[in-house]
């Protein structure tokens, strides 16, 4: 009980989070209800009748994979629980899954409604109450799956490869595409071992039950397997149950550091290093700061370590973000580090990208070797930042590769500092403080804000001046009291702010105050040099810089390419050997059509990944860089898109070689370029769909809906004269996927003859006393899609049995998806455009919402004082 009203309050804490979901379920169903909304029990209606049914799957399923990451990431803290005998995995395990059976029914709730809308159940309430149930249990059975592999992966990349390839294996033999028994003999296996073929024959069978209102005389039925007279459905149970066995403890303490290949290890690597001291050059103006946040005053000179000091929610952090509004101020805010580098390249990166071209790269590297030196960071120089607890730096440590990052830029006016001792021990902390002061002497003023009690005097220096201010003004501090809580204490009472706020205002050390700052502004102004402070680096060094910056970790996080690398040659090989060299029939060219709609699943199979990557970069870039100095949003988003483009084009590469030539399509030349355009749009498409939505969970829930609507409006799974006209009208020529579909689907059949099997020809008798060619001819006389043909009968002269078929080449079957092979060229064209669009996108995205960050024009604020 405990471990679920904990969970029901981690989903409270993250309620904007669930709304949104709900949310897009519902946008969802209203969409995909629409879309099917009535369809005729006629051979092309059950067809996209399963199709409903089945992307409903599909959705619930994408949906399901982003428990993975969660699970992965649930599992420090429950270790930790765990450790000090609070919660057993096990027990974790089975409460969550009963917890969220109230939020996983309101999820699929809010999917129902608007589906019930296509009058699918057509208002039966038992029918109703199944096609709910059915899909229930098909989520739950999903999203019990994968936190099955997420409690068994060792890390989130595992993880992520492990369920990008079990998506196409859960998928793939639900009976949408290839029918039963149409499979090869070799998978017969996974039909028996996964929900979705379950889900789908039930529910269909659900739907298709006592529509007895059909005559069959003088008719036939062009379903693939279908026999005349037989109106029998068979019917089956889902059962499907999963669940997390256990959460992998891992032994506690910090991982050993983990160093870049070819580094020289030191000896001997110390965890609490005590700071010698040196001098060192900071190349400090010798000007005096003057801070003018409303309502106070106060200014720092140059070698001053200043405390900004106050009860929580007081300000200090707000004061600070205020403060930072300047090129050349660095600011302290956290440890936010990219994980792949070592701590060497992060200062290199700072010193590069925040000083100016002026400045030669062997000065940056030598202030660079400086910095190091001083806060004591030789020995860890080639370690990778990495993850704390996974082989990466300690607390202590990034807290002090963060200053560093700041004191590379060589700061002339001012240093912040946001809580630098956060999460530091005692021990931890003091020699940190030691640290800023070596650093404030050097002539760099120091402004920062903690929650850090100061009780020693070598610490902060002048604590007896503020003593006495207090003992002045009527509040004498005890002699054994802590200084720190004693200021605290004394404004934070009811009604001491207030009073206190008054006796500053009418005290001489405030006139006093204000006196020096106005002569301090009459000096600097005169002195301060805006060319230097409006100066920026342009934005193609920012781009050579990022590029490579973010190039190292990619190539040193071979899990993370290993990742992407095989979920493509692990989708490429299972779905076309289940196509495997599909036949010239009916069901071969239908199979031959499937295969080429289920291959762009490699778009949001490992879009999981590349929006991790995503909202690290951006994490980073809104907490140090828009703010303050830093780089422009097009040149991250550059410098990530030229980094993935490359990898994209060897993983589509690899992905058409193991599926084109397998399944047996024709063409291969275009085919590879489809496949180039289709790892572009891939990109753009993952891409955008993190910069859209706040967080990695609203993001897969975003990437399934986007995707259900690509596929359900891309002209196959619903053609587009049954589309409704709402739809037909716009969003079947607006979907990315139709032109991709249309190119792939009209050269990989191009010319292909259909000969029908014995299974595939429709017999049908003609009344008596008609020859079988006079009763067609007024429904073969006209024609369907694009002129095309209406069918071929075998022997019109006939007077009974008689067989027909719908096509006779490959081109009449793509025709009928209103995919024209003259159109190919211009349908890849206008997908290839797509494909630049989300870029092009993703950069304006980020221009247009980066109001604060640095402008094109440059960083700074004019003549603004600090």
């Keep these: 009980m405990v471990a679920m009203r904990r969970h029901y309050q981690l989903i409270w804490g993250a309620r904007r989070s669930l709304a949104i979901i709900l949310t897009l379920n519902a946008v969802n169903a209203l969409i995909t209800g629409s879309a099917f909304y009535e369809r005729p029990l006629t051979a092309t209606g059950v067809f996209e009748l399963s199709g409903a049914v089945f992307f409903a799957q599909i959705y619930f399923c994408l949906n399901a994979s982003g428990e993975i990451v969660s699970t992965v990431h649930s599992r420090t803290i429950l270790q930790k629980q765990h450790t000090v005998g609070e919660l057993h995995p096990a027990v974790l395990a089975v409460a969550l899954n009963i917890a969220e059976l109230l939020v996983f029914f309101r999820a699929d709730r809010s999917f129902h409604p608007s589906i019930l809308l296509s009058r699918l159940c057509k208002?039966?309430?038992?029918?109703?109450?199944?096609?709910?149930?059915?899909?229930f249990v098909f989520y739950t059975s999903q999203l019990a799956f994968f936190r099955m592999l997420g409690a068994w992966s060792p890390n989130v990349p595992v993880a992520l490869l492990l369920g990008g390839a079990a998506m196409p294996v859960g998928l793939s033999h639900s009976g949408y595409g290839p029918t039963w028994p149409a499979p090869l003999k070799w998978d017969f296996w996974i039909r028996r071992i996964s929900p979705s073929p379950y889900s789908l024959e039930a529910t269909m069978g659900f739907l298709m039950k006592d529509n007895t209102n059909i005559t069959l005389a003088n008719q036939g039925c062009p379903i693939s397997g279908s026999s005349p007279g037989s109106s029998t459905v068979i019917y089956t149970g889902i059962t499907a149950v999963g669940l997390t066995l256990m959460t992998k403890n891992r032994d506690g303490g910090g991982a050993s550091r983990v160093f870049k290949q070819g580094a020289v290890i030191p000896d001997a690597i110390r965890g609490d290093e005590e700071l010698r001291e040196k001098e060192i050059d900071l190349e400090s103006q010798g000007n005096p700061a003057a801070v003018h946040p409303q309502g106070m005053s106060r200014y720092v000179r140059p070698g001053q370590l200043t405390a900004l000091m106050g009860v929580f929610g007081a300000g200090k952090a707000t004061l600070i973000d205020t403060l930072t509004q300047r090129k050349d101020t660095g600011i302290v805010t956290g440890d936010m580090m990219i994980g792949g580098a070592t701590v060497r390249e992060a200062v290199i990166f700072s010193a590069m990208m925040r000083r100016p071209l002026s400045v030669s790269k062997k000065e940056k590297e030598a202030r660079v070797e400086e910095v190091m030196d001083l806060l004591g960071l030789e020995s860890i120089a080639d370690a990778l930042i990495g993850v704390p607890g996974e082989g990466g730096l300690g607390v202590e440590e990034r807290k002090q590769v963060t200053i560093g990052v700041e004191l590379a830029a060589s700061p002339s006016m001012l240093l912040f500092l946001d809580e630098p001792t956060s999460g530091l021990d005692s021990q931890a902390a003091y020699s940190l403080v030691m640290c800023l002061q070596l650093i404030a002497a050097s002539g760099v003023p120091i402004i920062w804000e903690d929650a850090l009690y100061y009780s020693a005097k070598p610490v902060v220096s002048n604590l007896s001046i503020v003593v006495d201010y207090f003992a002045r003004n009527g509040t004498t501090m005890d002699g054994t009291a802590n200084p720190a809580e004693f200021m605290l204490d004394t404004v934070a009472s009811p009604s001491g702010s207030d009073e206190w706020s008054r006796t500053w205002n009418d005290s001489p050390e405030r006139h006093n105050l204000q006196t020096q700052i106005e002569h301090l502004n009459s000096s600097v102004n005169s002195n301060l040099d805006a060319s230097t402070i409006d100066e920026i680096l342009p934005l193609i060094h920012q781009y050579i810089t990022l590029t490579s910056r973010h190039w190292l970790p990619i190539w040193r996080?071979?899990?993370?390419?290993?990742?992407?690398?095989?979920?493509?040659?692990?989708?490429?090989?299972?779905?076309?050997?289940?196509?495997?060299?599909?036949?010239?029939?009916?069901?071969?060219?239908?199979?031959?059509?499937?295969?080429?709609?289920?291959?762009?699943?490699?778009?949001?199979?490992?879009?999981?990944?590349?929006?991790?990557?995503?909202?690290?970069?951006?994490?980073?870039?809104?907490?140090?860089?828009?703010?303050?100095?830093?780089?422009?949003?097009?040149?991250?988003?550059?410098?990530?898109?030229?980094?993935?483009?490359?990898?994209?084009?060897?993983?589509?590469?690899?992905?058409?070689?193991?599926?084109w030539f397998t399944i047996g399509l024709e063409e291969p030349a275009f085919g590879y370029l489809?496949?180039?355009?289709?790892?572009?749009?891939?990109?753009?498409?993952?891409?955008?769909?993190?910069?859209?939505?706040?967080?990695?969970?609203?993001?897969?829930?975003?990437?399934?809906?986007?995707?259900?609507?690509?596929?359900?409006?891309?002209?196959?799974?619903?053609?587009?004269?049954?589309?409704?006209?709402?739809?037909?009208?716009?969003?079947?020529?607006?979907?990315?996927?139709?032109y991709w579909l249309g190119s792939a689907i009209s050269n990989g059949v191009h010319s292909v003859p259909i000969i029908c099997s014995a299974s595939e020809i429709t017999i049908v008798s003609p009344p008596v006393g008609q020859i079988y060619g006079r009763y067609l001819a007024t429904y073969l006389s006209g024609t369907g899609i694009d002129d095309a043909s209406m069918g071929y009968i075998s022997n019109p002269n006939a007077t009974e049995n008689s067989s027909y078929r719908l096509y006779q080449v490959g081109d009449d079957y793509a025709v009928s998806f209103s995919y024209l092979n003259s159109e190919k060229v211009r349908d890849l064209g206008i997908f290839t455009l797509f494909s630049i669009l989300a870029i092009v996108f993703l950069a304006s995205w980020g221009r247009f919402s980066n109001l604060k960050g640095p402008s094109l024009k440059g960083l700074g604020l004019g003549k603004k004082t600090i």
């Design 123 to 135: 208002s039966n309430s038992i029918r109703i109450l199944g096609f709910q149930l059915l899909i």
């Design 674 to 738: 489809l496949f180039l355009a289709l790892g572009i749009y891939g990109l753009g498409f993952s891409l955008a769909m993190a910069a859209l939505v706040p967080n990695s969970e609203v993001a897969g829930f975003a990437n399934s809906l986007l995707w259900c609507v690509h596929t359900t409006f891309g002209g196959m799974a619903l053609t587009y004269s049954d589309m409704p006209s709402l739809y037909s009208a716009w969003l079947f020529w607006a979907d990315p996927l139709r």
């Design 557 to 659: 996080n071979g899990v993370y390419s290993f990742s992407r690398l095989a979920k493509a040659i692990f989708m490429g090989l299972f779905l076309s050997f289940i196509f495997y060299q599909a036949s010239d029939t009916e069901q071969g060219t239908q199979n031959r059509l499937i295969a080429l709609l289920l291959l762009p699943w490699l778009i949001p199979a490992p879009a999981d990944d590349i929006q991790a990557i995503w909202y690290s970069k951006w994490a980073l870039y809104t907490a140090r860089e828009r703010s303050g100095v830093g780089y422009h949003s097009l040149a991250l988003f550059a410098a990530l898109v030229t980094v993935e483009i490359p990898l994209a084009i060897v993983i589509y590469t690899i992905y058409f070689l193991c599926s």
